[in-house]
């Protein structure tokens, strides 16, 4: 099951998130307080962070920024109902937020929005270990290559081998056909 936390300073925005998702697949925890809120990230795992942009404790961008430190593969989404465009583009860039949604909100949107992070996510951890099995297989690779090289250097009649006209390995001299 996929970990979202929202937070935001604001009860009742925190209430109307909360019918929102209600009904996904998701565990969702929500926090009026930042603060509250990094403390958890410290100890539970969270697949995305939906975070307001503006709350008098610390700001969004602030917040998410140590969410990327304490949890850099967390999806990061902002909500706000302010649209200066700077702040929003420095969001964006500072605290590498995957996706910005304004104040008031389309639920469907909303929604969708949320379970798109979730899946550039997921994919996002697979081709990390994706990348992370090809470097060990590569590095298997050049060993075991290392080693082939060494045996025909030592043993250079085993790695002769006779091809037919289809591209086929001829064995015919090894059984006198």
């Known amino acids: 099951m996929k970990s979202i936390m929202v937070v935001d300073d604001e009860v009742n925005v925190l209430s109307s998130l909360r019918r929102v998702l209600r009904g996904y697949a998701w565990d969702i925890s929500f926090f009026s307080c930042p603060f509250e809120a990094l403390k958890v990230l410290n100890s539970k795992s969270i697949d995305l962070v939906l975070s307001d942009f503006q709350m008098p404790q610390m700001d969004g961008v602030t917040f998410l ?13 902002i909500l706000s109902g302010h649209a200066d465009l700077n702040r929003v583009l420095d969001a964006i860039n500072r605290a590498e937020v995957y996706r910005f949604i304004t104040k008031p909100w389309n639920n469907e949107a909303l929604r969708i929005s949320i379970s798109q992070a979730l899946d ?8 990390k270990q994706l990348a ?9 690779l050049k060993r075991q290559l290392a080693e082939l090289q060494k045996i025909k250097e ?3 009649e085993i790695a002769r081998v006779e091809w037919d006209e289809d591209g086929c390995i001829d064995l015919s001299e090894e059984f006198d056909c």
């Open 65 to 77: 920024n140590r969410v990327r430190e304490i949890q850099p593969n967390a999806m990061r989404v």
């Open 120 to 127: 550039v996510g997921a994919l996002l951890q697979e081709n």
């Open 154 to 156: 030592k043993h250079p």
């Open 132 to 140: 992370e099995l090809i470097r060990e297989q590569g590095t298997v």
